[in-house]
């Protein structure tokens, strides 16, 4: 069973940083994507960024240019730096793989922005 495990979220004040963690269970190299989420109260989950297993990363426009998404193949887990953060950032945010016609999430974790 692919489990994926997400963390590092918190609270923090405008204008901070948060490092999120999402380690995968089994190699990462299976899968071709990685992707990381957020779902608002009240909204829909949103798409935030992608690593492929080849090419370019890419990212919301919401969030380019303040989060990076990179990972750590050996230690099978991706990261989401999130610079600059806002009140409009507080989310629950999610990590994704998707390989063999499959979609994974892990169970999430909080970001709260507030001063």
């Known amino acids: 069973q692919v489990q994926l495990v997400e963390s590092g979220g918190g609270s923090v004040q405008p204008g901070e940083s948060l490092r999120l963690s999402c380690t995968i269970s089994?190699?990462?190299?299976?899968?071709?994507?990685m992707g990381w989420y957020r779902q608002a109260p009240g909204k829909q989950r949103e798409w935030l960024a992608t690593?492929?297993?080849?090419?370019?990363?890419k990212y919301a426009d919401a969030v380019n240019g303040r989060f990076t998404m990179y990972a750590d193949i050996d230690m099978n887990t991706v990261y989401l730096h999130m610079n600059s953060l806002t009140p409009e950032d507080t989310a629950v945010y999610y990590c994704?793989?998707?390989?063999?016609?499959?979609?994974?999430w892990g169970q999430g974790t909080q970001v709260t922005v507030s001063s």
């Open positions: 690593i492929f297993s080849t090419g370019p990363s």
């Open positions: 089994g190699s990462i190299r299976k899968y071709n994507a």
């Open positions: 994704n793989a998707r390989g063999d016609g499959s979609d994974y």
